[in-house]
């Protein structure tokens, strides 16, 4: 079936037919040439990287951040390339959706069976920190001047702390096929469906019901501490940081008592 481009020169759509997929195509309007080559996603072959080295004495959801390094690194790169082509109108939004939604699943999935494997430990401030100093190094996203949509579209590390923020505040829930429910809905941005608000029933239809109360609470509090413990010269970071955990994980809050 042809599919239909936008010419980033005169601004006409014409069709581009299936066998010229990957090649390079002349606008018939104003005679401008596109370059059609695919957008790479995580789909290709990983670049083989060394693991981060960590200490032994490292916390668990740190030790699954650095192991899924490379995989973070290449799903912040790949998400601004194709958010670049839909600024230029090089792709149509519903393109943009779904390679932006096969981007989420083949990086984060992955990601998030390792993370349900992690066993219940405590998580300080201190350690959420540590956590998004590395973060920050994997996912040193860019957001385009004047487009505060791209928060809540793309901004990949708000959806990582949103997985954080889960995986932490239901580590002590036993049931791991809810668990992965609720972070997969998460991810898809399916945060308040009818569909999630039935598996949080579940949980705060359990015996689990206050601990899970009081992570949600705590987590959300100590969140909103670290740019007021913030060290001399380090208090842009310390905001980005405070930003990106309330950002990610504050709509958890529809699920807290009223």
């Not at 569909?195 to 029933?201: G, R």
Request: charged share 30%; hydrophobic share 35%.
């Amino acid at each position: 079936m042809p599919e239909k481009k936008r010419c980033p020169k005169c601004a006409k759509f014409f069709e581009i037919p299936d066998k010229s997929k990957g090649t390079k195509w002349r606008c018939p309007y104003c005679k401008a040439v596109l370059n059609l080559k695919p957008v790479k996603t995580v789909r290709e072959k990983q670049e083989k990287q060394p693991k981060i080295k960590l200490h032994s004495d490292t916390h668990p959801l740190i030790q699954v951040t650095g192991n899924h390094a490379s995989r973070l690194k290449k799903y912040g790169q790949d998400l601004q390339k194709v958010y670049a082509l839909i600024r230029k109108e090089m792709i149509h939004k519903k393109e943009y959706e779904k390679q932006k939604a096969l981007l989420k699943k083949e990086a984060f999935a992955p990601i998030i069976d390792s993370l349900l494997e992690i066993p219940d430990t405590p998580f300080s401030l201190k350690k959420r920190i540590e956590l998004w100093y590395l973060v920050f190094d994997l996912l040193p996203y860019k957001m385009p001047e004047n487009d505060t949509g791209v928060v809540f579209n793309i901004y990949p590390r708000y959806e990582y702390a949103a997985l954080v923020g889960l995986s932490y505040v239901l580590g002590g829930f036993e049931d791991k096929i809810v668990k992965k429910k609720i972070c997969v809905k998460a991810v898809k941005g399916e945060r308040s469906s009818s569909q999630m608000k039935e598996l949080f029933q579940k949980i705060t239809g359990s015996p689990y019901k206050k601990e899970f109360f009081e992570r949600m609470t705590g987590f959300i509090e100590d969140s909103g501490k670290i740019s007021k413990m913030a060290p001399k010269g380090e208090e842009l970071s310390s905001k980005q940081m405070e930003e990106d955990f309330n950002f990610g994980f504050s709509w958890i809050a529809f699920y807290l008592p009223q």
